[in-house]
C-alpha cells in the first residue's frame, strides 16, 4: 500500500512537473509570438499610413500647382522676380514653366534657365524621377507628384509636383521641408483620428520639432509638444513626406493577449490530463471556434463604434444657432450599416445636409460608406457649386471600384439668411417638404446614382423655404420594410404620418420609426433606416442693451427683460425670469466686470426665447459646477449651486464660452409649436 501510495504520488508530481514545463514554455512562446505579432502589425500600418499621408499631401499640392497654373494662363508675368513673387504668395518653393521638349524656359530659380555655355534644365535629360515628369508632355498623365527626395539640379531636398498645361508644356512646383508641412499639416489634422491598430493602439503625425498634428488618442491634443512613448509600448518612427509619423501599440493589449492564450492553454492542457484525445480535441476544436466567434463579433463591434462616431450624434448639433433645427438618426438592419446622414456648414452662411445609402449591407458597406461620406464632405467644404461636388465625389468613387458599389445621395445646401434650398438627387428617393399640417413630396428628375459611372453631369434643383417650412429626408429602408403578408409600408403612409399634425421636432423621427415597425409586426428589420429632418425658423427677433454692474442697472435688466418677455406665456416667463435674475446677480456680485450686457432673440417655429449675456469679469463657467445634493437638509447641503441648478432644469440648451476676454451665456426655451 505505502509502495502504491508513493507510485501515486511520483506520478502526480510528473504530471504537475510535465504541466509546470509545458506552461512556462507556453508562456515564453505567447509572449514571443505577442512581441513579433506587433512588430509586424505596425510594419503593415505603416504602408497603409504612408499611402494615406502621400495621397493627403499630394492632393494639396495638385490644388497648389492648378493654382499656379491658373495664374499663369489668366496672364502673371513670368519673369523669374514674378515668379519669385508668384512662388511666395501661393507658399511654395519655387515655381517653374517647361515647354513640350521638357526644357525650363521660365524659373524662380535662375540656375535651372538656360545661360551662356549653359543650356536650360531638361527633364528628359536629367533622367530618374525628373524624366518621369515627361509624361505630362506625351500625355500620360495630366498630373504628377514626385516624392520628397534630393533635386537632381542642386542636391537641394524638394517634393516636385507638376500639371499639365494645354497651351503646351507644363508648370512645376517645388516645396522644400518646411513649404510642403506649412500646406498639407491642415490636411494631416484629425486624418488618423479613428484609426485603431491592434485594438488600442494607433498613429501620431507631429512636425519636425515635435508638435502633434493629428492624435488617435486625445481629439484635442493637436498643438501640444508630443513625446516618444517610451518602453509601455510597441512603436516605431517613420518620416513620411517629411512628417514625422509614429505607429504605436500598448504592450499591454499584447499581455492580455498572452495571458488569455495562456490561460486558455492551461485549461486544455488540464483537460487533456483526464479526457481521452477524441474529446480533448473536440474541447479545442470548440474553444477556437468560439474565438474566432467572439474576434468577429469584436471586429464588427469596433467597425458600428466607429461608423456611429462618424456621423453626428449631438443634437442640437450648433446651440447658439436659431434659424434652423435639424435632427437625424440611422438604425442600421446588420452590426454595421451602408446608410449615412451628414451635415456641416461650407460657408459661413451655407449649411450642406444629406442622406445617402450605399448599395453594399455589412462591413463592405460600411467601408464604402466611409469613403463616400469623406469625399462628399472633403470637396464640399472648399465651396464648390453642389454639382461639382457631386461630379468630383463621383468621379473618385468610380476609381478602383472593382466591387460595383454604388451610393444613392439626396444633398441640399441651405442659405440660413433667406432660406433658399439648392439641392441634387443622385438616384435617391425624393424628400417630403412640410409646411404648417400640409406634406408632399419634391419629386425631380433624379440625376445617375454616385460611383456607376465616371463623367456624369449633375442637375441641380432649387427651393424656397418658408419659416416654419421643413425638409424630410429617409432612405428606401422606411418605405420598403414589409410586413408578413409582403406589404410594404410605402410612400404614402410615411406622407400620412409626416401630415398628420404632429409637430416638426426630434421626437416625429421616433414617431415614423415605431410606424414602420408596428407595420413590419415583427418581420426582420429588410435595411438600415436613416431619417434627417431639417426645419428652417428664419431670422430671430433680436434686442440688446449694454448696463454697468450696478444694483441699479440690475434691477433696469430684470424691467428690460420683463418688457420684452411681455408676449410670452406666464409660465415660460416667470421661469425664464428666475433664471435670468440669478445669472444677472452673479455677474453684479462676483464677477468683477466693468460692464455686461443682455441680448434677447425670439423665434418661431415654435417659438423660442433665448437670452445671452455677456461680460468681461473673470472666466467662470457656471456649468462646470458640481450639482448640490437637494436630497440633503438645508443644514447638511453645501452652500451655493442651487441656482445654476434651477437654470440648468428649466433651461435648454444652456451653453457657455470664454470668446475675446469675455463670459458669453446662452440659455434658451421652447414653448410651442
Partial sequence: ?????????????????????????????????????????IGRTFSAVESEISDCVNERLVRQCMAARERLDEGHPDDTASLQDLARELHVTEVSIADEKGDIVRSSVPEYLAAPGKPAFNFAAAGGKAADMMALVDGRETEYCQPFRSNAANGAWRKFVGVWRPSGGFVEIGCDGAALRGLARSSIVDLFRNWRVGGTGGIVVTTPSGLVLSDYAEPNREGTQWTDPGESFYWKRVEIESFPTYVMIPK??????????????????????????LLVGFVISSFVRQQMHAQAARELKMAKDIQRAALPNVFPPFPDETRFDIWAAMDAAKEVGGDFYDFYFTAQDRLLFLVADVSGKGVPG??????????????????KPLSR?????????????????????????????TGHVTYVNAGHNPPVVCRDENAEYLRSRPSLVLGAMPGVKYRVGELQLAPGDAIYLYTDG??????????????????????????????????VLDGVRRHAAGVEQADDCTQLAIRYRGEPDVVSWNYLPTMED??????????????????????????????????VRHSGATKWSLTVEKTRYPDRVRLVTTDDGKAFDPLSIRDPDTMLCAEERAIGGLGILIVKKTMSPVTYRRRNGKNVLSMGKDYGD
Avoid at 492564450?261 to 481521452?276: E, H, I, K, R
Avoid at 418677455?565 to 435670468?580: E, H, K, S, T
Wanted: proline share 2%.
Fill in 1 to 41: 500500500m505505502t509502495a502504491r501510495r508513493s507510485l501515486y504520488l511520483k506520478i502526480a508530481l510528473s504530471v504537475l512537473a510535465a504541466f509546470a514545463l509545458s506552461m512556462a514554455f507556453t508562456w515564453f512562446l505567447h509572449g514571443h509570438l505577442s512581441d513579433n505579432d506587433a512588430h509586424e502589425l
Fill in 366 to 383: 460600411a467601408m464604402f460608406m466611409m469613403r463616400a461620406k469623406t469625399l462628399v464632405k472633403s470637396i464640399a467644404q472648399t465651396g
Fill in 554 to 587: 440690475l434691477a433696469k435688466a430684470t424691467s428690460d427683460l420683463e418688457g420684452a418677455l411681455a408676449p410670452v406665456p406666464d409660465r415660460v416667463r416667470n421661469q425664464m425670469l428666475v433664471a435670468a435674475d440669478e445669472i444677472f446677480a452673479n455677474i
Fill in 389 to 417: 461636388v457631386f461630379e468630383e465625389a463621383n468621379d473618385a468613387l468610380c476609381e478602383g471600384n472593382s466591387s460595383n458599389t454604388f451610393v444613392t445621395v439626396w444633398a441640399g445646401e441651405l442659405n440660413i439668411l
Fill in 252 to 277: 499591454s493589449a499584447a499581455a492580455v493577449q498572452r495571458d488569455v492564450l495562456v490561460s486558455a492553454t492551461a485549461a486544455l492542457n488540464g483537460a487533456a490530463l483526464v479526457f481521452v484525445a
Fill in 478 to 511: 422606411i418605405t420598403e420594410q414589409p410586413n408578413a403578408a409582403g406589404e410594404l409600408y410605402g410612400e404614402e403612409r410615411l406622407l400620412k404620418t409626416l401630415a398628420g399634425g404632429q409637430p416638426m421636432r426630434e421626437a416625429l423621427l421616433g414617431t
